[in-house]
């Protein structure tokens, strides 16, 4: 029992980042219904901007988070403008062979100038495991869930209370009915890729400082299962891809405390699979019927 109850406490920490994450892909397809297939790479270019900061420039982690953020922002601004925005009218299916191709593209290029070799994240943030009863709980896992909940926070008060989160909201709606109020769905589209790209970096910084490495292929995985977080919690609504998040991370590491650590993944996409077919709008999300 104690076993199972730790590794709870470690899925809420492995969820937070997945619902970072999951929350750009939500965010981008509320908007423009696109899968941003390149979400994952954008989540491991964020960790190796940090980690080029803290050993070439001997920054602090925060400092290095906070770039690592606006330099992801601003790549996740030009793949939306080089990539997504001239297929804008074109088919979904268009798009989304797109999304593929930019997601390998980074990955090749990743691998090209730094080789496909795993690299030591640096330990910036000197460990401390603290004991509550039977409980281990770090001092970067409280970090990784405070500062995730902070930006889901701050995430949702953009959306909420700004006006380009408004504008943001009025575009998920009708587009065109937004542009002929004066909204530039153009300028809103490209914040939420940014909005959505620093969220990655910072979940792959947090990530990088958790296991202690990166490589240019580690944004692989977790962007499938973020992306199945979305659709868990319901694609394109904001507290759905946050439940969905914490859900599957509470699933991987249960699934490890049962012995079935070599299957983890694999549960991970059965659990879409039964998603879709039993609640193929997620858990927050309605059944609407689409006229033809």
Do not use: C, W
């Amino acid at each position: 029992m104690e076993v199972f109850i730790q590794q709870i406490v470690n899925g809420l920490f492995l969820g937070s980042v997945y619902a970072l994450m999951a929350l750009g892909y939500t965010m981008v397809y509320g908007i423009i219904k696109l899968i941003n297939f390149a979400h994952g790479e954008i989540y491991m270019i964020g960790s190796f901007i940090g980690y080029f900061l803290i050993n070439q420039f001997n920054m602090g982690f925060f400092p290095a988070l906070v770039l690592s953020m606006a330099g992801s922002a601003v790549l996740g601004v030009v793949i939306e403008f080089l990539a997504y925005r001239p297929l804008r009218n074109s088919t979904r299916i268009a798009a989304l062979i797109t999304a593929i191709g930019v997601s390998y593209l980074l990955q090749n290029i990743m691998i090209y100038f730094f080789s496909s070799t795993t690299r030591p994240f640096p330990q910036v943030i000197k460990l401390q495991v603290f004991k509550f009863g039977f409980l281990s709980v770090s001092n970067i896992q409280l970090l990784i869930l405070g500062l995730s909940l902070f930006l889901m926070i701050a995430l949702n008060i953009i959306v909420q209370k700004t006006k380009m989160g408004k504008a943001m909201r009025a575009v998920s709606v009708d587009t065109d009915a937004a542009q002929l109020m004066g909204i530039d769905v153009n300028r809103t589209i490209s914040f939420t890729f940014a909005l959505g790209s620093a969220l990655a970096a910072a979940g792959g910084m947090m990530i990088g400082l958790y296991y202690n490495s990166i490589d240019p292929m580690m944004g692989y995985i977790p962007g499938l299962k973020s992306f199945i977080a979305a659709v868990l919690g319901g694609i394109g609504i904001i507290p759905g891809a946050a439940i969905g998040g914490f859900v599957i991370g509470l699933i991987e590491t249960l699934t490890t405390a049962l012995g079935f650590s070599d299957f983890k993944d694999a549960v991970v996409y059965i659990v879409l699979i039964l998603i879709l077919l039993v609640r193929p709008a997620g858990i927050l999300g309605k059944h609407v019927k689409e006229k033809v």
